[in-house]
């Protein structure tokens, strides 16, 4: 018998795994979005709202040997846990550093341990036992947009290589041990807004530049005379 798998996406890195998944001919997989940009695929179903995910499921019958989230925006209540056997979750961070929104944000300011972590779902926030993770360096001047390619690809690759085990048994989820640090959407704004006559230290400049800068799209701004100004810095290795 097929094993039933319920898979929840939020983001692209949500196809990639589908497609990895969809190439075994023993599961029978059910996909769900948060993003109707990711429902082009007709085998991809979409919730509009969390409320709308909650009353589905709590009135489904149907349950799963496994259910994999990967970077899914609403936190799982616990009435939903008897939905499922097992499962993963998709973590862009190190475990217990880097708990909840945007890790690698944080990380780039406060230079804390960073990698990508697959856990189990617990109630709460990214607390779940951890099946594997990995460590990432980088460099001083890495932005969020390179952090962010980045853990995508070696989250997925840690999923291809353990999944299997995971499923059978063979991987023992293991307590997160370390100094929690957690971050939640509203953390992010403190970053934003620079003082046009406060004194920064270049590098700390560099730094929030960096971590608050996604691909072409800056969210720092500063003010003068009731107007808003953007404010990025492009940095080049001559």
Known sequence: MNKKILLLIGKPIGIRVLNFLSKKKKYDIET???SKELTENKNIKYFKSKKEF???FINKKKKYNILIIVYWPWLLPAKLFTKFKNSINFHPAYLPYGRGWYPHVHTLIKKFKWGVTLHKIFPGMDNGDIWCQKEIKFNKFSTATDLYTISSNEILKLFKK???KILNGKIIAKKQNGKILT???KNLFK???LI???KYKLID???INNARSFKKKTFNFFEYKGEKYSFKIDIKKL
């Open 32 to 34: 769900w979005s948060s």
């Open 54 to 56: 909650i009353k589905f």
């Open 162 to 164: 353990n999944f299997q």
């Open 183 to 185: 971050f939640y959407k």
């Open 191 to 193: 970053y934003d807004k």
């Open 196 to 198: 046009l006559n406060k």
């Open 205 to 207: 400049l560099i730094k």
